[in-house]
């Protein structure tokens, strides 16, 4: 009851005060128990047993796990390959010389001075020509000085240059009883350049000039003066740096080779000529190990239905790849098409009542080609497709020719050739007899589609032979791919350099090892003549260099920039990182508060 009556008076008393005595009895904040020392010991312990297992555990697995592997690359000799400084490849080419009328001592003397004729003709010399005497015409071992080159070449019982293996063309000297001037054939299935003389036109011993040699050396520059040109457009584009898959570009510096060129001052080359020859090494296609060939007859009628082009083939067409297939291999198809009107874009036919035929504009040409309607093979596979048409137009437009040119077919570069076959078919009282083209009938067409396919590889015009084309071709290719293949390696290492964060896997390392060996060997094979051998090696060097550029695991990558790893890796590690940075920062700063009052006292 004294606590109660204390506490009215008490109450009684605060009625006139009582904001006063209100805030006076209010009860500060209640404060949290002060942790024990065991509390605070596990939670730090919780808080360090997180970070070390994200850092000695999570971390090594995230680090395995998202690691970029970059083999090592050989980037320095690589771009030495890229700018022509690893190798300068040299094209010595030997020309065997049969002259079995001759004395040997004559001989000698007559390719001696034939030497030395090529050698002033010849202002490139990378790509020179060096003569040897056949079986035939010696008996033992001689030295020929070589004016370009400065040193002696061994004629072992005419082997030929010591260490060369091929023979690119043979000289054989035929007399002749007629006075007349000196003539020079090359057949077309041959490798053999007949030269016919007589006595008269034969110099001495010990002569230091000859008729017939001066006629020589014109010949044999004649024939390989295409060749020479090309090569020497090829080796000035060494070093532009192109970019790998493209087809070869003729560089400004190679377009002023051609000009300087011996041809253009000594033989009085033409510009149209020159121009003719640039265009041409724009013309063929980029390398690829297996070439699709599809040939197909176009009709806008119901004939001809049918065509023996299984045998024309095995005739006409076959040999050539079979000759070709130590370059790439080929697959050819076929097809027939009837009711193949023309392009909408391509103007009529006109008839031209002087010449008796139908003329076909020439620059309707590049829409002849009706590819929405023609079933025409794109480029889908291993390798290109080449699309060669057989266009049979129908009666009231025939025979059809192109207008000024006469010509009844023509190349599209990079995509095939069409030839206008005017007269597969016989015609007896308005109606056709013959519904079947034979194989006579497409000989020629095949045997133009030839000619297209040697155009696409670049195989030279000059000279007329085959088989000299063939072999020009693989010295031409040989000098392509290494150019193509370096050029591939200069990529790939400023792609290296470029980008450090691309992955480069073991298969790249071990495709550019096998790019810089061929390449090597490409070198050395050109270098001591052995030109089959060393198109052996630039092709593998084209191929292991574009498999290597190409790599899928590291193609994928070259499109994944920075900024996707963070829209990746944020979602995923921010929930996680948060909640322990922050216990760590708290429990920083609660050490430093204790270390403070520690310190300064109560």
Not at 137 to 162: F, M, R, T
Not at 575 to 580: D, E, I, R, T
Request: glycine letters at 4%; hydrophobic letters at 40%.
């Amino acid at each position: 009851m004294a606590e109660s009556n204390e506490l009215s008076e008490v109450n009684g008393k605060l009625v006139d005060d009582s904001n006063h005595s209100s805030a006076a009895v209010l009860p500060s904040p209640k404060q949290p128990p002060p942790e024990s020392k065991e509390n605070i010991r596990i939670r730090r312990l919780a808080i360090l047993s997180f970070w070390t297992v994200a850092v000695i555990l999570g971390l090594p697995i995230w680090w395995w796990t998202t690691s970029i592997h970059r083999a090592r690359l050989p980037l320095q000799e690589m771009m030495e390959w890229a700018d022509g400084k690893a190798c300068k490849p040299t094209f010595p080419l030997q020309i065997a010389i049969e002259a079995p009328r001759l004395q040997e001592s004559e001989a000698l003397s007559l390719v001696r001075t034939t030497q030395h004729a090529l050698d002033d003709l010849n202002d490139f010399s990378p790509h020179h020509l060096r003569l040897t005497l056949a079986s035939s015409s010696c008996n033992k071992s001689s030295h020929i000085q070589s004016a370009a080159e400065g040193v002696p070449y061994i004629l072992d019982e005419c082997k030929g240059h010591e260490g060369f293996e091929d023979t690119a063309l043979k000289v054989k000297l035929l007399p002749t009883t007629a006075s007349s001037s000196l003539r020079s054939t090359v057949r077309q299935q041959s490798t053999e350049l007949e030269i016919l003389y007589s006595a008269s036109q034969v110099s001495t011993a010990s002569s230091s000039s000859s008729v017939l040699a001066t006629y020589i050396a014109d010949q044999l520059q004649e024939l390989f003066d295409e060749e020479q040109a090309a090569i020497a457009n090829i080796l000035a584009s060494i070093g532009s740096h192109q970019p790998s898959g493209q087809p070869l570009q003729v560089s400004p510096s190679a377009i002023s080779n051609l000009r300087n060129h011996r041809l253009r001052h000594a033989r009085g080359l033409s510009t149209e000529h020159i121009s003719s020859l640039v265009n041409r090494t724009t013309r063929p296609l980029k390398y690829a190990p297996t070439y699709h060939l599809t040939i197909s007859l176009f009709t806008p009628e119901a004939a001809p239905s049918s065509w023996d082009i299984g045998s024309a083939l095995d005739d006409y067409f076959t040999p050539l790849l079979k000759s070709l297939s130590f370059i790439s291999n080929f697959t050819v198809d076929t097809q027939i098409q009837l009711h193949a009107s023309f392009s909408p874009s391509v103007q009529r036919p006109q008839y031209d009542p002087d010449l008796r035929v139908w003329t076909l504009r020439g620059e309707d040409l590049s829409g002849f080609i009706n590819a929405a309607e023609w079933p025409l093979s794109p480029s889908i596979g291993a390798g290109p497709t080449l699309n060669f048409i057989i266009y049979v137009p129908d009666r009231g437009t025939a025979p059809l020719v192109v207008k000024d040119s006469m010509a009844t077919s023509w190349l599209i570069p990079q995509w095939g050739g069409v030839v206008i076959l005017n007269s597969p078919v016989v015609e007896s009282h308005g109606a056709r007899n013959a519904l079947r083209i034979s194989k006579e009938a497409l000989q020629p067409a095949l045997l133009t589609f030839s000619r297209q396919i040697l155009s696409f590889l670049g195989a030279p015009q000059s000279p007329p032979s085959l088989p000299l084309q063939l072999k020009a071709l693989s010295r031409m290719q040989a000098a392509s791919l290494l150019l193509s293949a370096s050029s591939t390696m200069g990529s790939l290492a400023r792609l290296t350099k470029a980008l450090p964060s691309i992955a480069i896997p073991e298969t790249v390392s071990t495709a550019v090892d096998s790019t810089l060996h061929h390449l090597g060997g490409t070198c050395t094979s050109l270098k001591a003549g052995r030109f089959g051998e060393a198109l052996k090696h630039a092709v593998i060097s084209e191929i292991e260099a574009e498999r290597g550029f190409f790599e899928k695991s590291m193609v994928g990558q070259v499109y994944f920039p920075d900024e996707h790893k963070v829209a990746v890796y944020l979602p995923l590690l921010g929930p996680v990182a948060v909640p322990l940075v922050m216990s760590a920062l708290k429990e920083i700063k609660r050490l430093w508060t204790d270390s403070r009052s520690r310190f300064t006292g109560p």
